[in-house]
């Protein structure tokens, strides 16, 4: 028996960002009081306590702040997938997330390589963003 993906759980204040997903967007927050971006998703504004925050779509390009390579498999599912890269990702618009590098060269994985998102299709609910890095021909089926 295969194990199943543990998967996110789209709840109210997400929900805008995992619809985006699935339609091959990338969503962040932006406050309509001060402009401050912010991820991940939150009912106010961190940095004018603002509750104008509205959902704006992102370049879905960065740069990775940071980045491991996984030989040990996170859960039962990730056992054939690795190694992987996890990475925690700048994006242009000034937030900071989380997401796999896929579609890469994992050697050629750098903190500071320009990196671009893709989206990789899970289940008929959920699209995770992911990342690959910016210009890499590797494609993957
Ligand atoms: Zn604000």
Known sequence: MSATRPLP???DETKPYWDAARAGKLLVQKCSSCGT???YPRSYCIACMSDKVS???ASGKGM???FTINHRPANEYMKDKVPYAVAAIDLDEGVRLLANIVESDLKAIKCGARVQVVFEKVTDEITLPQFKLAGSALSQS
């Open 55 to 57: 959902w704006v779509e």
């Open 64 to 66: 990775i702040y940071t």
């Open 37 to 39: 971006y912010q991820f």
């Open 9 to 11: 759980q789209a709840i």
